[in-house]
């Protein structure tokens, strides 16, 4: 399985992705993208918030994540909840800013 990191910049902010050879999809850090999203202090707090919320709803995008390494801010090889891109469009209604999650599907 050939993987290739990449770091998005969206907003001024970077979003940490990796290609997937195989299933020739491109994976995004949840956390990364909630911050570009939700402008929040803490994006790691507000998607375990969320993620409690969403469990509890039965809600099966939680189930469909995926824990890769990623680089982390300090260089170090990190699992990270991530995301393929096919599933952002079910998040749309659980993000406080739509907008922006409208012009980041579009990238």
């Not at 469990?55 to 680089?71: F, H, P, S, Y």
Request: with cysteine; proline share 1%; glycine share 2%.
């Amino acid at each position: 399985m050939t993987k290739k990191q990449i770091i998005k910049i969206f907003e001024e902010k970077n979003v940490r992705t990796v290609w997937d050879d195989n299933e020739e999809k491109w994976y995004f850090s949840i956390v990364d993208v909630v911050a570009v999203l939700t402008d929040s202090e803490n994006p790691q707090t507000y998607w375990r918030v969320l993620k409690n919320r969403l469990k509890k709803e039965g809600n099966e995008t939680v189930t469909n994540c995926n824990a890769l390494k990623l680089k982390a801010v300090d260089g170090k090889m990190r699992m990270t909840v991530s995301r393929s891109s096919s599933g952002w469009h079910r998040w749309r209604a659980r993000v406080s800013n739509r907008s922006r999650c409208n012009r980041f599907n579009k990238q």
